[in-house]
């Protein structure tokens, strides 16, 4: 069975370009996004992971460590940070893991458990190897998201989830499509109206199973 929403995830040990690291405890107290790829020097991963260096300051805002994983060699993550850092314009401080045993990618069920590579494999040998984990602070996985090797995620949007799972989690709520920081968010319907209005004060009841409301500063 597959890694779930909620599951502790897998306390592996990895080599990264950055030496070795037990994930458990890389993420100690933070949050920490996982995102993967198929393989180095590749041109839609190159931008992604130039992405995620350019929100550097915007992860560590949130508490948030992330991590790259990749089915290439510590070395050869080395010399792809250039690339990266040239599109980047700026440092990618983040390791990113070698797996190229494919540990994590089975442990985490982007392959099937009897996957191998072949002896010069290419993208499309490990296409699947294109995930966003999102875990909490318990080692948890809060949210994943797979793209196919065509399409470039969107990082803004793992930001704007992000800070929709550190919300809901430190303030009992929910967030409705689109949310952002700021917005109103939903009042759970398990809190009474009561309760709602001593908590957040006035709320705008849209359906009788549908309240939003300001979130006290």
Known sequence: MGLRLNDTIPDLTVETDQGTLSLHEWIGDSWAILFSHPKD????????????????????????????????SAADHQKW?????????????????????????KAFDMLEA?????????????????????????????????????????FSEVLRALDGLQTSSSRGVATPADWALGQDIIIPASVSDEDAKAKFGEFTKVLPYLRTAKLPS
Not at 82 to 93: F, K, L, Q
Not at 132 to 146: A, E
């Open 41 to 72: 020097f590749t041109p839609v991963c190159t931008t992604e992971f130039s992405a995620v260096a350019r929100l550097a300051d915007e992860w560590a805002k949130r508490g948030t460590k992330v991590i790259g994983v990749s089915v290439d």
């Open 81 to 105: 940070k250039g690339d990266i850092e040239t599109v980047a314009g700026r440092e990618a401080g983040f390791p990113i893991i070698a797996d190229k045993d494919l540990t994590v990618a």
């Open 114 to 154: 009897e996957h191998y590579l072949p002896e010069n494999p290419t993208p499309a040998d490990s296409q699947t190897v294109r995930a966003v984990f999102i875990i909490g602070p318990d080692k948890k996985l809060k949210l994943t998201m797979t793209y196919p090797m065509t399409v470039g995620r969107n």
